[in-house]
């Protein structure tokens, strides 16, 4: 099933001159995709993940989620759309400072469709990640690896149909990058979408479908 399509996207800035770092974008992500992005840095990447997940707004093209125009949706429905269907991962921590681990997930949880928490979900996912000990601590009492591993519980609390992860194993050992490539694995597995920005070539190759950006164009890899 169709979650997330990207038809003739184009992206521009004003930074002393134009950059375009996509441009005429076609991209079909469908459930039990496993899709890396790689490029080098600064290349557009994170803006297309961005545009991806319609947190920015495209200059051109067409842009669907769970098969609707993103066009033709309101503010709301476009929030809602994102809290229920995709989880994000970003490369700079954006917890809730002022809410604990737990806290911050309880949140995630209460904006997703059921609408409810499920404590113990929670404490199973914290326990997955080596975080149940610090599910009290607020986020900057949190060393960079337990930060990102609590923003990718975040993303996975939900059971969303698309995650879209930005650099998901920055700050990782290779026992917890394995770790969190095997939890999205499993995701895939009960039906989700993931796709990766990545400069570990490991990692990348996990994927079953690669792509490289470069020039504002996505390339489709050999694997």
Not at 47 to 74: A, R
Not at 105 to 122: C, M, P, V, Y
């Amino acid at each position: 099933m169709e979650i997330c399509k990207l038809q003739n996207v184009s992206k521009s800035y004003m930074m002393g001159e134009k950059v375009s770092p996509l441009q005429n974008i076609n991209l079909v992500v469908n459930t039990g995709d496993f899709i890396s992005i790689e490029g080098s840095s600064g290349i557009g990447k994170s803006t297309l993940l961005y545009v991806m997940g319609s947190l920015l707004k495209i200059d051109e093209g067409k842009l669907y989620l769970d098969n609707k125009d993103v066009n033709s949706l309101t503010d709301q429905q476009l929030t809602n759309l994102r809290a229920e269907k995709i989880g994000f991962i970003f490369q700079e921590n954006n917890l809730i400072q002022a809410l604990t681990l737990q806290e911050n997930l309880e949140f995630a949880q209460a904006l997703g469709k059921k609408r409810i928490t499920d404590s113990q979900e929670i404490v199973t996912l914290m326990e997955r990640l080596g975080l149940l000990d610090r599910k009290d601590y607020l986020p900057n009492q949190l060393s960079g690896g337990q930060r990102r591993r609590a923003m990718i519980a975040r993303a996975l609390i939900n059971h969303p149909s698309l995650i879209l992860a930005d650099e998901p194993t920055n700050d990782l050992d290779d026992f917890w990058a394995n770790e969190i490539v095997q939890l999205f694995v499993e995701a895939i597995n009960k039906g989700c979408a993931v796709v990766i920005v990545t400069h570990n070539n490991k990692w990348a190759a996990e994927a079953t479908v690669q792509y490289r950006l470069k020039y504002g164009k996505l390339a489709l890899l050999d694997k």
